[in-house]
């Protein structure tokens, strides 16, 4: 159902224009929370991964074009649509992939359904950056991960930046967020039967390529903050502190660059 956009103040357009990404969360009400996906293919990953959506907006020259098979897989919703200075206008970005889909957000699994069949799970420890949490769920995936597991400072994977910039892996790799009453991760994850690996610059620090690492049959990889790194807490509860070897006097790597290459150089093999 196509629809030209003639009122900005339509209630409809919210969704797009006057709720921010807490909002669209609805942390109070969980099942009224929404998201936005951007860009057809991040949109047909979603739609791949079992996503609801609810409508659509487009510049009007995309829907025979670049949306015409995401509005077909859609069915019977609303596609709101008009020219492009007009949805920037509503926006206030321009829509440079030309598609938005309000989807909504399935209830969340527990983090021991996540962990049961998983082998290797990355772990992100207040990682705040959306465009950091969105690069690393597309190593994840790319790279070995089996799940990826967040604690409650962490960034939200869902959030339009994070999704756009994980390339819709997002909706591909499992994932959660431990709950607020789980502080001890490394702990949760060790009755579940992984050994953790906390990757931090300390005096007992193996290098990402010792073979015991790699040996292990069932690892959680652990990045922390932007700004910190990993809690001390949770350094001292791991099993292992691990570095990635640096040259030319480079301390360290960004959280998002360094969970390539674990991943890479840890997955299972």
Not at 70 to 83: E, K, L, N, Q
Not at 148 to 162: A, E, I, K, M
Request: contains cysteine; glycine residues 8%; aromatic residues 8%.
């Amino acid at each position: 159902m196509v629809i030209e956009i003639t009122d900005f103040s339509d209630p409809n357009l919210d969704v797009y224009a006057r709720l921010t990404e807490a909002q669209l969360l609805n942390r109070f009400e969980p099942a009224k929370g929404m998201f936005i996906a951007e860009s057809p293919k991040v949109i047909h990953r979603a739609l791949d991964g079992g996503y609801q959506p609810i409508s659509l907006l487009m510049e009007r020259k995309d829907i025979d074009g670049a949306a015409k098979e995401v509005i077909a897989r859609c069915g019977d919703i609303p596609v709101y649509t008009a020219d492009e200075n007009v949805l920037a206008q509503l926006t206030g970005y321009h829509l440079t992939r030309g598609v938005l889909c309000a989807m909504r957000r399935p209830p969340l699994p527990q983090a021991e359904e996540i962990a049961k069949n998983a082998r290797r799970i990355a772990v992100l420890e207040n990682v705040m950056n959306p465009t950091n949490v969105g690069a690393i769920f597309r190593s994840a995936a790319a790279l070995g991960m089996d799940a990826v597991l967040l604690t409650p400072g962490c960034s939200d994977p869902l959030y339009r930046r994070s999704a756009r910039v994980s390339m819709g892996t997002v909706f591909q790799i499992p994932w959660t967020f431990f709950p607020e009453d789980c502080p001890d991760w490394p702990g949760f994850l060790r009755n579940c039967g992984f050994k953790t690996a906390a990757l931090a610059l300390t005096g007992d620090s193996v290098s990402i390529d010792n073979p015991q690492l790699a040996a292990e049959d069932r690892l959680a990889l652990a990045l922390g903050s932007e700004g910190d790194g990993l809690t001390a807490t949770t350094i001292e509860g791991c099993d292992y502190t691990v570095k990635i070897p640096m040259f030319h006097g480079v301390d360290s790597l960004n959280v998002a660059a360094a969970s390539a290459v674990a991943f890479w150089e840890l997955r299972v093999k």
